[in-house]
Structures are given as structure tokens and as C-alpha cells.
């Protein structure tokens, strides 16, 4: 796969409750738009350019967009990480890394469409923060593309409640005995999980509501507010964290949006299998959907 030289430089933005993310500037010549990337959880930004240079976020960068690749709060350089004793909970994503980061991207190329690319985690967050109004200093992202997004709160994905039952009871007892959900040390990524976070995402679950902890903000019922063209990717193999029937399901909720939703397998965009919840962004192989991701924004923003 072929490297690709972007020009970049790392950024410190602070958002408006005081935490400082790190991001990476990857700049695009002939820019269409600018492009904000957010990871899943339990890993950190750099798997959203897997290798380094060749790509998701390369990818974008050399077909014109402009690209803010983010660790978000608590992750990568965004620290303090958990083991240092890094604490926050799923709002504060929504609320303040997400419109920190939008409103950065506006300001540093003004006049360019901006689109919001999260997979997983902050996908799910970003349509949390277009549908509650938490971008009240700047406009929302002009357009999304979620990939392997859906939430897990009990009943919209009742063939796979009790298997996720299971896994989140597990999550959350080793997040009790550690203080943290200690995420390299049972290889399943790079970055723990902060003990507020992780308790958010029980009550979504075994509550049945996914939204804030105030319970000022239903996020699911909010996300009939989300504007704009979204494109949602879900992986063929992909049996639990975000399984195509249950994306579809929770896709039908975006009633005032315009959504693409496409399943990915084994010969779609050059596939040689199909995809699961990682490979979407962290494979090489799947660098023929990257390409067709690049192709929709550009049309979008046209």
C-alpha cells in the first residue's frame, strides 16, 4: 500500500470545560472539505490511519480533505489517561470534545464543508451531540459517516440483549476491581476505559435509555433532530459490537436525515472478506471502501 506524505502538525485544543485534546493537522492540497476523525473506544487515534501514511485518514487527506485525526479525552495524548488518573463520562465527549473540536476545524478552514467521521464510539457520540444541540457556538457538521455505529441499551437489539448482557456485566466488574477497564491487560486494545464512562454504558444498557446522566437529553429519541447527508457502514462479520440488523434498526431512528447505509462483504470495494468491527478502518484490504468513503464526502460537499 502506498505511503502518502501530508503535511501535518499536532494541535492542543482545549476545550470549554478545561481538558486539552490532542490532534493530529493533516493538511490536503486542492482541499474540498476538512474531515474531524474519532476512534472507537479502547483504542486511540491511531487507528483511524492503520499504517501510518497509508490509511483511512491518509486516505482522505490525499483526495482533498483536510483531516483533524483526534484522540478524545482520556486517550492517546489526550490525557490524563485512566493509569494516571483520567476521569470522565460519555457527555463530556458530546457536549465538549465534539463542539472543541467541530468549532477548530471552522476556524482553521473557514468557507470548507465539514464532515464528522466517527467509528464506533464516536460515532455513536456525534450523532448524540448533533440530535441534543450541543454545538451551540458553531454550526453542526455538514455531513456524517458513521462506521460499525449503533448503541447498546436494552431492547433495540433484542437478539443480542443477553450476549450483550453478558459482555457489559463482565466489563463492568473488572472496571470495579481496577478501578478502570484495564484494556491492554485482556488484549482487547491500547487504551483503558475511565470508571464513569464505563458505568454510562451499563445504565444505556440495563436502563433500556440510551442518554445523559442528568437525564435532561434522550439521545435516541434526539436523534430525529440530526440534519444533513450520513453515510453508515456496517461490516458483514461484524456478530455483536455493531451487528448490519442492528445498525439498520437503529439507523431507522435518524428520521430527518438522509442515510446511506450499506452493508460491506466479502467483494465490495475490493473486500477479499467481510469485514469485522475493527477491519473496517484498521485493515489494509478495506482501503477500496476508504477510497469510496473519500468519493461520497467529495459528492456530498459538492
Not at 457520540?125 to 455538514?142: C, I, K, Q, V
Not at 433500556?208 to 458483514?236: E, F, K, Q, T
Not at 448490519?244 to 466479502?266: I, K, M, Y
Amino acid at each position: 500500500m502506498p505511503v502518502v506524505t501530508v503535511p501535518s502538525d499536532e494541535l492542543r485544543i482545549s476545550t470549554a470545560d478545561g481538558w486539552t485534546l490532542s490532534v493530529l493537522h493533516m493538511q490536503a492540497a486542492d482541499p474540498v472539505g476538512v474531515a474531524v476523525l474519532g476512534h472507537a473506544m479502547m483504542v486511540d487515534r491511531r487507528s483511524m490511519d492503520r499504517p501510518r501514511g497509508g490509511g483511512l485518514a491518509s486516505t482522505l487527506a490525499a483526495n482533498g480533505w483536510h483531516v483533524l485525526l483526534a484522540d478524545v479525552r482520556g486517550h492517546g495524548a489526550s490525557g490524563p489517561i485512566p493509569e494516571e488518573g483520567g476521569n470522565w463520562g460519555y457527555d463530556d465527549v458530546v457536549f465538549f470534545d465534539l463542539p472543541a473540536l467541530v468549532a477548530e476545524a471552522r476556524r482553521l478552514h473557514p468557507g470548507l464543508p465539514v464532515a464528522l467521521l466517527g467509528h464506533s464510539l464516536v460515532g455513536h457520540m456525534s450523532m448524540a451531540a448533533a440530535g441534543s444541540g450541543a454545538y451551540r457556538e458553531t454550526p453542526p457538521p455538514d455531513l456524517h459517516v458513521l462506521i460499525a455505529v449503533n448503541t447498546w441499551a436494552w431492547g433495540l437489539d433484542p437478539a443480542r440483549d443477553l450476549l450483550r448482557a453478558r459482555d457489559m456485566a463482565l466489563f463492568l466488574l473488572l472496571t470495579k476491581v481496577f478501578g478502570r477497564f484495564p484494556s491492554r491487560l485482556v488484549r482487547m486494545g491500547p487504551a483503558s476505559e475511565a470508571r464513569t464512562y464505563v458505568g454510562d454504558l451499563g445504565r444505556f444498557l440495563f436502563s433500556g435509555v440510551w442518554g445523559s446522566a442528568d437525564a435532561r437529553h434522550d439521545y435516541l429519541r434526539n436523534l430525529r433532530h440530526v440534519r444533513g447527508p450520513i453515510l453508515s457502514l456496517a461490516g458483514a462479520a461484524d456478530a455483536l459490537m455493531a451487528h448490519p440488523e442492528a445498525v439498520r434498526t437503529w439507523n431507522a431512528h435518524l428520521t430527518g436525515a438522509e442515510v446511506d447505509f450499506r452493508v460491506l462483504g466479502a467483494g465490495d470495494y475490493g473486500l477479499t472478506k467481510a469485514p469485522g468491527h475493527m477491519e473496517i478502518v484498521t485493515d489494509a484490504g478495506s482501503r477500496g471502501v476508504w477510497e469510496e468513503i473519500a468519493r461520497w464526502m467529495t459528492a456530498q460537499a459538492s
